[in-house]
């Protein structure tokens, strides 16, 4: 019988050896979609993230299981670590993150890339420089 996944909040209050028990346990059982569903997770990306921040990603996740994203000026790696690709690799040291978006989305995809901005963000102690701008477009004409 499957063991029953722990809530996210009771989840961090587990020392890191029990977290990560747990989590070889319920990949048994479960896929990756039933863990973000319990923890409320939209992307796969904020699980990775999580694993990340709480330094045990190494010891949950298989070689075989990690994702290698395609070249692109944004990516988050499958390590949960944002980068910035500047066509020779990854050069962001893994404490640090560049994010730039000049394009044209909606409001749904902007909204989802900002909550995994702000999810990444979230507990972080250090300053963040920021500069955000939006302006709605209609037809293709900007509106001020």
Known sequence: MAEKMLPLDEF??????????????????YTLKDIRETWNFKHSAQYYML???????????????KFYPQP????????????NFNGNG??????HFNFHLNTKLSGTELA????RIAFF???????VDVKFSIIVTENGNSEA
């Open 51 to 65: 694993l990340k921040k709480l330094r045990i990603y190494e010891r949950v996740v298989n070689k075989s299981d």
């Open 72 to 83: 692109d000026t944004q990516r988050l790696g499958a390590d949960g670590i944002w980068r």
């Open 12 to 29: 961090l209050k587990l020392d890191s050896d029990e977290q990560v028990e747990k989590l070889k346990r319920w990949k048994m059982d």
């Open 112 to 115: 989802d890339k900002l909550e």
């Open 90 to 95: 990854f050069n962001t040291p893994s404490d």
């Open 121 to 127: 963000l979230r507990g972080e102690p250090k300053e």
